[in-house]
């Protein structure tokens, strides 16, 4: 009697044992977090804004753009030149009115020029000079052995057909500040894409370490039930053979592990080298945001409407057509005749000292002139002014190339207006393909959590019957893998569906008011 009372003690010690043992196998077990600095999506996004490369490389473009423009202008600026040039001739004299005792004719000259010279907007091109050359010489047909004559000028052209007018004259201008806008809107479509990328980049590093708490769950599993079993063996409720079979489905859940860790260093490389390359590579990175599941738009066409004044891409190209009407306008002035109005005024001093040889007499408005300030005393009088005005007409015969150059202007434009068309045409189908793939995946994702929950409830009823002996723990493997899946199909989903969001927002240009950037244009 005492026997038997011995066991059902020990049977029912048992049967408590395994209904323990069954309990901590249901039970959640907590993933190992791996080391590093937890990091959000919205502090990834910054970090990208701030460090990424590329955004960066884009950004020099507008400030190369913004010099262009000053160079442009530059074109209009003046010029100040100065010219100081000595001389010194000698030459035998070859003629009658030359005859020097020496038979040399001697010549010293320093000639000092300046001149002042550049083009107004309208074409206009202007120049001031002054030269003041002084000329020491032996010459006897000369009324001064030393002279200053100093001649003053300034001269005017006006187009009056090509190259006439202010809009033609500053075609490169505008075409440089349109190029500094269609440069900003290059950075504002490059964040579009590093957004896109950086949530697409961080939701794989999510899904990869999602899947290493799926693995670790999974040999945790295993080894559970290998603990099980070796307990059940020893009461003759497992074979052998059942332990080793939990003990091979141990090895492979560990190989799983080491894979799903692999998969999670090369996610964060991947989003390493989209927020900051300088980061270390000892550095761990923790996707702590799971996706977001936001409201669904409703209709597709509001959806497009916002694409289509959003997306930074098209008033870039509208630019690049603007630009090209620009270049067929200059195209247009270069088909047309050059006529030029011509004009210039000019004052011409003279003053000097010791007489020619043959000179007996100076002229009267000569007197008393030796000095170099002396030469400008008519100056700005009608004695020492001169004058010219005429026109000036250029007729290109033929003129193939200007004529050859604005029809291909005018085909480019067409071509460019061409390409903005595709490009609505290809947003409203980047837009409509988002739209549907994100209904879809939202589908998918509600599937995938209806197939976990059953998963979960599976693998513990087969539990249960393990301990009743009432199934094989093959089956009971079975079932853990069938949940390991689940759950990783689960969580792809869930990455699935943020990374075609994510494209939704791009695609519409919402992705700027998610993580609240204002854009000035």
């Not at 009697?1 to 069954?22: H, P, Q, T």
């Not at 002139?369 to 400008?376: K, L, N, S, V």
Request: glycine share 8%; aromatic share 6%.
């Amino acid at each position: 009697m005492s026997l038997r009372f011995g066991e059902r003690k020990l049977k029912n010690f048992l049967g408590l044992i395994c209904a323990l043992v069954i309990v901590v196998g249901n039970a959640p077990v907590k993933a190992q977090e791996p080391e590093g600095k937890s990091l959000s999506l919205k502090e990834a996004v910054r970090m990208a804004l701030e460090q990424n490369l590329d955004l960066s490389i884009e950004r020099v473009n507008p400030l190369i753009a913004h010099e262009q423009i000053g160079a442009e202008q530059g074109a209009f600026d003046p010029v100040f030149s100065l010219f100081t040039p000595f001389g010194r001739s000698e030459r035998p004299v070859n003629s009658a009115l030359e005859q020097l005792e020496s038979g040399l004719l001697l010549q010293r000259t320093f000639s000092p020029e300046t001149s002042f010279m550049g083009k107004l907007h309208t074409g206009t091109q202007y120049g001031l000079s002054l030269v003041s050359p002084l000329l020491t010489t032996n010459n006897p047909q000369r009324i001064f052995t030393r002279s200053y004559q100093p001649v003053l000028a300034f001269n005017l052209t006006q187009p009056l057909l090509k190259d006439f007018g202010i809009e033609v004259n500053l075609v490169k201008v505008r075409q440089a500040e349109k190029n500094e806008k269609k440069a900003l809107l290059g950075v504002e479509s490059k964040m579009l894409t590093v957004i896109r990328d950086v949530e697409i980049s961080y939701g794989t590093l999510f899904f990869a370490q999602q899947q290493v708490k799926v693995a670790q769950g999974g040999l945790s599993l295993a080894q559970d039930l290998v603990e099980r079993l070796a307990r059940m063996k020893e009461t003759g409720l497992a074979t052998a053979l059942d332990v080793l079979e939990a003990k091979s489905a141990v090895d492979a859940r560990r190989a799983d592990l080491v894979r799903a860790r692999g998969e999670v260093v090369k996610g964060e490389a991947q989003l390493r080298l989209l927020i900051d390359p300088r980061l270390t590579l000892t550095r761990r990175i923790l996707a702590s945001d799971a996706p977001a599941e936001g409201k669904l738009p409703q209709r597709v066409q509001d959806i497009m409407e916002r694409a289509l004044s959003k997306r930074p891409q098209i008033p870039e190209q509208e630019i690049v057509i603007e630009n090209l009407a620009l270049e067929e306008r200059l195209a247009e002035n270069n088909t047309l005749w050059r006529l030029d109005l011509v004009g210039t005024v000019g004052f011409t001093g003279l003053a000097g000292r010791g007489l020619g040889p043959n000179v007996t007499d100076l002229p009267k408005q000569l007197e008393d002139r030796d000095t170099f300030g002396e030469a400008f005393a008519d100056y700005f009088t009608r004695k020492s002014m001169n004058w010219l005005i005429g026109m000036q007409l250029k007729i290109p015969i033929g003129n193939r190339e200007a004529q050859a150059k604005l029809e291909g202007t005018r085909l480019r434009r067409r071509q460019e207006e061409l390409r903005l068309s595709l490009l609505k045409s290809q947003i409203g189908v980047e837009v409509e393909s988002a739209f549907y793939d994100v209904m879809a995946e939202q589908a998918k994702l509600i599937a995938a959590r209806g197939a976990a929950s059953v998963a979960r409830e599976q693998l513990a009823a087969q539990e249960k019957e393990l301990a009743a002996g009432r199934t094989t723990v093959r089956k009971v493997l079975e079932a853990q893998d069938s949940l390991a899946r689940a759950e990783g199909a689960e969580i792809q989903a869930l990455v699935s569906y943020g990374n075609v969001r994510a494209r939704l927002d791009a695609a519409q240009g919402l992705s700027f008011d998610t993580y609240g950037l204002v854009i000035q244009r």
